[in-house]
């Protein structure tokens, strides 16, 4: 694994691993000199792919949805996108990596449609990025479902905020399809 979206990927695997949800996660919307997904790619909904795995230790397989995002003009600047639920099944949670070198304070912003959500503030970062978490509650979830385009802001300086897109086409029936 040489990309950094490679390297991010084993990341995501390794941290949902020690936050006890244990899965790993692949692309969908992966830039071309990223290595395959570990898992398997169960189904496609938009720009949103179901990745299973049952991993070392765990009793039946596991699944996120997840999509991969480079910024137009920073291709250094990439985001995983992942939707997973918990382990015992009592909440969903968005999980974004984002790359060394942004500016934790800021946090995460978020606009779906043109409209100003709110801000995720990172919770931990490994070795390859930083990861910022929310938990889907419903107002948000519904937004996401509803919505055309998200633009996740992330920032190097205080002032300078880097949109990176990202498609919710299909994320709704992919929800649905999150088993």
């Known amino acids: 694994m040489t990309s950094w979206l490679s390297r991010t990927l084993a990341k995501v695997v390794f941290s949902v691993a020690l936050l006890g949800i244990g899965l790993t996660a692949g692309a969908s919307a992966a830039p071309t000199n990223a290595t395959p997904p570990s898992g398997t790619v169960k189904s496609t909904h938009g720009a949103w792919s179901i990745i299973c795995d049952t991993p070392a230790g765990a009793t039946s397989e596991q699944c996120v949805m997840m999509q991969n995002v480079v910024a137009e003009d ?5 985001l995983s996108v992942v ?20 500016l934790l304070p800021n946090g995460l912003g978020l606009n779906v449609d043109g409209k100003d959500i709110g801000r995720a503030y990172f919770v931990r970062c490994f070795q390859d990025g930083c990861y910022a978490e929310v938990i889907l509650e419903k107002p948000l979830l519904d937004t996401l479902k509803s919505g055309t385009s998200a633009t996740f802001i992330v920032f190097q300086t205080p002032e300078e905020g880097i949109g990176i897109p990202v498609d919710l086409k299909g994320f709704a029936e992919g929800f649905a399809a999150l088993p």
């Not at 920073?74 to 990439?78: C, N, T």
């Open 83 to 102: 939707v997973l639920r918990t382990a015992d099944n009592k909440a969903e949670i968005l999980r974004v990596l984002a790359p060394l070198g942004v």
């Open 74 to 78: 920073r291709p250094e600047m990439g």
